[in-house]
């Protein structure tokens, strides 16, 4: 069996222009324009490069999109002041801090300073319980993108046995999270297997959805998975040089024999990297209309 690719880029533009119509929505009926400002800290390359891509579709969108740069001996009470200042900025809905910080400053510290209503990230430990208990406004973005991902090409999570590799704050809990809830486009059984797993191979066969945010190249190979199952590879690992001296990508599981067996698969680079951003302009426009009162559709 080949199977059916995932099209991350292809689903991320279109939820992309169903945000650019809900904007427009927003400043004509309710003169509203959301407004997302990434605060970036010192000259990380590739920090750099996620923020300027964030800051590009933000205007394709027609954001108000500010980029805030910060030298890299900012100090951590300079910094919180800074997100003290757009957390009361009425023109602001959505506040992004670029990770990782310089070490003297506490990401800890940082996270719990952004006003819960403002994190489009969906780090804030309040954001984090109210996705534990079903009530979550933001969504962390990877996560989420995933859900989209799955929802968006008919893939039925309800009843389904979903194991996810890897345990981590920001894709394996959450994600493990999201699609246990008692809701559409979840309401799996959710097994989460790490490091200290015993026999991974016992519990990843099993799955009908794999989802494999591992950070290791291969860590899935084709005798891991069942015939049929749907494979997200979240995985973004850097293994070389194009001969144009970009680099060279691959995900976590082993690609070319897994699409032999596999129903469904998301590649590397294409699968869930463009849906991360995406979910970004996602809680941005939200929280534009939660703080004028309209419903997000
Ligand atoms: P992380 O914080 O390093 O966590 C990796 C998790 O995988 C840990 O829980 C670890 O277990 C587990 N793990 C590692 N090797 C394993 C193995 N062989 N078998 C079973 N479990 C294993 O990584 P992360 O931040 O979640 O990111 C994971 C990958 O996704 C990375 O490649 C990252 O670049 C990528 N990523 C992509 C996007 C995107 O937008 N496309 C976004 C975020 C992350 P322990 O807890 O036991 O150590």
Do not use: W
């Amino acid at each position: 069996m080949t199977a059916k690719l995932i099209n991350g880029n292809e689903i991320a533009r279109q939820i992309r222009e169903e945000l650019k119509q809900e904007t427009a929505h927003l400043k004509s009926g309710h003169n509203v324009v959301p407004g997302l400002v990434t605060i970036l800290v010192g000259q990380n390359p590739a920090s750099i490069s996620y923020v300027t891509a964030k800051q590009k579709i933000s205007k394709e969108l027609g954001f108000y999109s500010v980029q805030d740069n910060q030298p890299e001996n900012i100090s951590e009470g300079e910094l919180l002041a800074l997100i003290e200042k757009y957390n009361k900025d009425p023109q602001i809905h959505g506040i992004l801090v670029q990770l990782p910080l310089p070490k003297h400053i506490h990401e800890t510290n940082v996270l719990l300073a952004i006003d819960p209503r403002k994190d489009v990230d969906g780090f804030h430990p309040i954001n984090v319980g109210k996705l534990m208990i079903g009530e979550a406004d933001y969504l962390p973005c990877t996560p989420a993108g995933i859900q989209q991902l799955l929802i968006r090409t008919g893939v039925e999570t309800s009843g389904a046995e979903v194991v996810v590799v890897g345990r981590s704050n920001i894709v394996g809990k959450p994600i493990a999270n999201i699609l246990l809830q008692k809701q559409k486009g979840a309401n799996a059984t959710v097994t989460i297997c790490h490091t200290g797993s015993k026999n991974m191979e016992f519990h990843t066969k099993r799955a009908d959805i794999l989802i494999v945010a591992a950070g290791k190249p291969k860590a899935i190979t084709a005798d891991m998975v069942k015939e049929g199952a749907v494979v997200i590879d979240v995985g973004v690992n850097r293994i070389g040089v194009t001969p144009e001296g970009k680099a060279k990508l691959c995900g976590d599981v082993d690609f070319e024999n897994v699409k032999e067996k596999a129903g469904a698969i998301t590649p590397v680079p294409g699968g869930v990297g463009p849906m991360t951003i995406t979910m970004l302009m996602m809680n941005t426009v939200k929280a534009a209309g939660i703080a004028a009162g309209v419903k997000h559709t």
